[in-house]
């Protein structure tokens, strides 16, 4: 389970670091938003541990960062709206974001970047110049080289999310997802990714494909 206060604190550490001078309101709110919409009942896989997970990669991966404090809240809002039938959820999420940083003291260079960052995670494809892109899309795909048993647990939840949808309209639908990904150049962009999780990662998906040619 994960750990409310120590997450809260990660929130409120990035929205201070990304706010303008003289600060803002009361930053406890917009966490505790935040922490209950990870927390809907309609999620399996996007919870609270996937956000830890994204944020726990991110501190890996900070060194390659332009601002990592702004890749940090692309983190906290990158699936804050999600719902598993709907396919706009990273434009709203995004949206979420251009709606709560300025209120919260974040100038307006920072929130479009962390909303562009949002919509970024629709193609996980950053280009070659975008740091930042590539340090949440690398920590965002990160569970792909899980350990096989991890590995194992996350193509679970992804299934119960979409447990409205027939077997055979599942199959098909995650299938060209898996090919998605393995027809990009690069899974990972950072040096760290490319090293340590592209070549578990490419084995699971295709693994996970097989599986469900079967």
């Not at 990273?90 to 960052?117: H, Q």
Request: hydrophobic share 45%.
């Amino acid at each position: 389970m994960a750990d409310l206060d120590a997450l809260r604190l990660t929130f409120v550490r990035a929205l201070e670091a990304a706010r303008a001078p003289g600060g803002g309101p009361d930053p406890a709110p917009y966490a505790d938003d935040l922490l209950a919409r990870w927390q809907e009942p309609q999620r399996r896989y996007h919870t609270l541990t996937h956000l830890t997970a994204v944020l726990d990669h991110i501190d890996v991966l900070e060194r390659y960062a332009a601002d990592p404090d702004v890749v940090r809240l692309a983190a906290w809002f990158h699936d804050a709206v999600y719902l598993p039938e709907r396919s706009e959820n990273e434009e709203r999420s995004a949206r979420l974001a251009e709606r709560a940083l300025p209120e919260a003291g974040v100038p307006d260079a920072k929130t479009a970047e962390v909303a562009r960052l949002v919509r970024l995670t629709v193609t996980h494809d950053p280009a070659d110049d975008d740091p930042d892109g590539q340090v949440l899309c690398d920590a965002d795909l990160a569970v792909l080289a899980a350990p096989p048993s991890a590995y194992a647990a996350y193509a679970a939840e992804i299934r119960a999310e979409y447990h409205f949808v027939p077997d055979d309209a599942f199959r098909a639908g995650r299938s060209d997802v898996l090919r998605q990904l393995l027809g990009l150049p690069r899974l990972f962009r950072t040096p760290y990714g490319r090293e340590h999780w592209e070549a578990t990662a490419r084995y699971n998906l295709a693994a996970e494909l097989d599986m469900l040619s079967l």
